[in-house]
């Protein structure tokens, strides 16, 4: 099983993210002094969240907010259309060669391995569940979303990819934290063959982790996936949320890894990025090209890649 969630991982990003978690925790950090000085936040979570909001859900609008301000979460979908071959392959080895974490009885590591190539072989079809928590109107947001960022995978990778309401085989769950950490029935029911691992993974999340997705390859690798659950907190606000569905449905259909080479990039910790760009697309298309199959070793695509850069490029 592949495992991919977005969690600010270093840097600014990080102590950003460490900074507001700690506040809505009744604890904050000071960033000016020489060591870090904790001190009792004076506001309660309550009245930091805002009306009507949980501590949790307030914690994730001063984020985006803050991320904004700094000129993060970028909306412009055309940025990387002046990449050239050579750095598309590059990042496609970085990005879809590789895999962020390693799956353990306990839930994941930081991994960075290289790994074969992974994509569907089969159609997508998405099947979104929504916790109680989640009122009607964030739910015909979350399904228009879902449906549109569908369609834009199917146009870059030209595999398959719909929403339905039969029986999928990529879940999105949409989630409150208690509905997540108490998934577990429903993840044995939606994917019974899911791993303990992998299952607490998603119970566990940390707040710092926004989204993630678990994919499972078949025995078979030549098959490629047979199954992916993507989770998306419930009360993320809606740019980070559009940022989820995008990041993790495109992660789950194969460009499993971020990289901090990869610019401009929605694979990306540093949350540059809130959508797919025109880069990311052309990755997408590199991967469903039929010059590769999954289960490719790291090797052997890499004798092709050039190639699949360059003919993808010409024809975008």
């Known amino acids: 099983m592949i495992l991919t969630r977005n969690t600010p991982a270093k840097g600014a990003l990080a102590r950003l993210a460490l900074t507001l978690a700690l506040m809505f925790s009744g604890v904050v950090i000071s960033d000016g002094a020489t060591a870090q000085t904790v001190t009792?936040?004076?506001a309660s979570s309550a009245i930091i969240a805002g009306p009507g909001l949980s501590p949790l859900a307030g914690y994730y609008r001063q984020l985006q907010t803050q991320l904004q301000a700094r000129g993060y979460l970028r909306q412009d979908r055309t940025a990387g259309a002046d990449v050239d071959a050579t750095t598309l392959a590059e990042n496609f080895m970085?990005?879809?060669?590789?895999?962020?974490?390693r799956l353990t009885a306990n839930?994941?590591?930081?991994?960075?391995?290289a790994s074969p190539l992974r994509r569907w072989e089969e159609p997508i079809r998405i099947g979104v569940r929504f916790g109680?928590?989640?009122?009607?109107?964030?739910?015909?947001?979350?399904?228009?979303?879902?449906?549109?960022?569908?369609?834009?995978?199917q146009r870059a990778s030209l595999h398959p990819v719909s929403v339905i309401d039969g029986t999928p085989n990529f879940f999105v769950l949409v989630l409150n934290d208690e509905e997540r950490?108490?998934?577990?029935?429903?993840?044995?029911?939606?994917a019974p063959g899911l791993s303990r691992g992998a299952s607490n993974a998603i119970t566990r999340m940390r707040r710092n982790t926004f989204c993630m997705v678990v994919a499972t390859p078949a025995a078979d690798p030549a098959q490629g996936y047979v199954q992916a659950i993507a989770v998306v907190r419930a009360e993320l606000p809606p740019v980070m949320r559009q940022s989820c569905i995008e990041e993790e449905l495109a992660q789950?259909?194969?460009?499993?890894?971020?990289?901090?080479?990869a610019r401009p990039?929605?694979?990306?910790?540093d949350e540059e990025f809130a959508v797919?760009?025109?880069?990311?697309?052309?990755?997408?298309?590199?991967?469903?090209?039929?010059?590769?199959?999954?289960?490719?070793s790291p090797t052997e695509v890499g004798r092709r890649i050039n190639q699949v850069a360059a003919s993808v490029l010409a024809r975008s």
């Open 107 to 113: 839930g994941a590591t930081r991994f960075g391995g």
């Open 276 to 296: 797919l760009t025109r880069h990311d697309e052309m990755l997408l298309r590199m991967l469903y090209d039929d010059n590769l199959r999954p289960g490719m």
């Open 265 to 269: 990039s929605i694979f990306n910790d």
């Open 132 to 153: 109680a928590s989640v009122d009607a109107s964030q739910r015909r947001a979350d399904m228009s979303a879902v449906r549109g960022v569908a369609g834009r995978l």
């Open 94 to 101: 970085a990005i879809a060669m590789r895999s962020e974490y």
């Open 40 to 42: 009792r936040a004076s």
């Open 181 to 190: 950490a108490n998934a577990g029935p429903l993840l044995a029911e939606i």
């Open 252 to 261: 789950g259909m194969g460009l499993c890894n971020d990289s901090d080479a």
